[in-house]
């Protein structure tokens, strides 16, 4: 098995779902965060044209302008709609995305889907030339995390469409609490989540007995030299805040340097083994660390083979870091009506059973697990063609906390830092990026 199909490189996706075609959306993500996708965040910004950007939540519409109620009034339902995602991110039976076809079959409405989302940041420069001009992207729905610049920029710039909220009944019934008005987007102006996830810490259960139920376990020199850290500076940066009592979301400069001189620290008296991109999880199954951080669908995959029983996921008191990525329509989309029942569409508990059994990452609809565990109609058909491919019972992924949090992950998920402007971005990198670099 190459390394590329190895069902460890691979985020929130089991080994039924692999292909040679290429990479999962969050190990995507991660690789994005380091190496010259991060160190030249700077340039790329500056060729976006971002400079002191402050993402203050964008404007409200003007009367009469787009989206305020009256322009979404005279919005056809024109049935078709330019669907953007990451790749391998909804659910695929023998190259068909029954989701997709049954929106299809119930609305009238046809998804051109496709996957050209691999980084935030290229994908925004991609389409700034058009929003600039005041031009049709060529998608009418996106989906851009919530801890990435780049959604941040869309907001402010005003080159998102505020939604219709009238279009929005699924969404206003269903939706979990993690993602109704989020911090990143109040009220959910612009977004409508797709999937999230967290960065929390998993460990080997064979050789810790007793992890305890915090952070420190990072920082314990019990497990000196086994110890492994993510090299991304948000990652870093973020559990080392957490580490100091300080909530990620709500810090300062002067938090951050704090954040850093711990993990410092940390490096300087030989507790970390290394600081790892995605490949940390083949470590933490072969021996080489017996903690570290990680993703918690990282986890969960794993726990699914024998093999790795012992790996187990610790959320901890202060908390895990709680990712999304979120559908939003650009500015001057074409089919912004149609794009908008496609979103609502989602947050039918059927249907996202059906996308939820394929990616296994939070489910924004916490009804969806009833789904899963007794299913009727159309979402029983489909999941019943789906079984033989994904070979696991349905009640796997409804009974997982990482994809159906409980109360307490769902109490302890923290948010990213949301960066005001690339003077703050690069203030953060200075000071975390070093600590991955050199012995």
Not at 161 to 168: A, F, K, N, V, Y
Not at 284 to 299: C, E, F, H
Not at 337 to 343: G, V
């Amino acid at each position: 098995m190459t390394e590329q199909n190895d069902p460890s490189m691979w985020r929130g996706l089991t080994q039924r779902r692999h292909t040679s075609a290429g990479l999962s959306r969050r190990q995507l993500l991660s690789s994005a965060g380091t190496g010259a996708g991060l160190l030249g965040l700077s340039g790329l910004l500056a060729a976006c044209g971002v400079k002191g950007v402050t993402a203050s939540g964008g404007k409200s519409p003007a009367p009469g302008g787009v989206g305020s109620a009256s322009w979404w009034a005279k919005q056809p339902n024109t049935k078709t709609v330019n669907f953007a995602n990451w790749p391998y991110y909804i659910d695929v039976l023998n190259g068909k995305h029954l989701s997709l076809e049954h929106l299809a079959a119930t609305t009238g409405i046809t998804v051109n889907y496709t996957e050209p989302i691999s980084d935030n940041l290229p994908f925004y420069a991609k389409i700034r030339p058009s929003l600039e001009a005041r031009q049709y992207t060529g998608y009418d729905i996106i989906v851009m995390t919530n801890n990435s610049p780049p959604l941040g920029y869309l907001i402010e710039f005003g080159w998102l469409t505020p939604l219709d909220h009238s279009l929005m009944p699924n969404f206003d019934k269903y939706a979990g609490p993690l993602i109704k008005n989020p911090s990143w987007d109040p009220g959910n102006k612009y977004t409508m989540a797709w999937q999230s996830g967290w960065t929390a810490i998993g460990y080997n259960s064979s050789v810790i007995k007793d992890p305890g139920t915090s952070v420190e376990i990072l920082f314990d020199k019990k497990y000196a030299g086994r110890i492994g850290m993510m090299n991304d500076p948000q990652e870093l940066g973020s559990v080392g805040l957490l580490a100091i009592g300080v909530d990620p979301a709500t810090s300062t400069e002067s938090d951050w340097a704090k954040a850093a001189k711990k993990l410092t620290q940390q490096k300087n008296e030989g507790l970390v083994r290394a600081y790892y991109d995605q490949s940390y999880i083949d470590h933490l199954k072969n021996g080489d660390i017996v903690v570290t951080q990680a993703w918690s669908g990282d986890i969960f995959q794993a726990d699914l083979n024998s093999k790795y029983r012992d790996l187990r996921l610790l959320m901890p008191d202060e908390g895990g870091m709680f990712w999304t990525d979120n559908m939003c329509i650009p500015m001057y989309a074409q089919n912004p009506k149609a794009a908008m029942i496609t979103m609502d569409y989602f947050y039918q508990p059927g249907v996202e059973a059906v996308v939820e059994y394929y990616n296994d990452y939070v489910c924004p609809v916490p009804a969806a697990k009833d789904v899963l565990l007794d299913a009727t109609g159309w979402a029983k058909t489909a999941l019943a063609q789906m079984k033989p491919e994904i070979g696991l019972p349905t009640s796997v992924t409804a009974d997982a906390a990482t994809v159906f949090p409980t109360p307490a992950y769902i109490k302890n998920s923290r948010n990213y830092y949301q960066y005001k402007s690339q003077e703050e971005l690069n203030a953060w990198n200075n000071l975390f990026v070093p600590i991955t670099q050199g012995s």
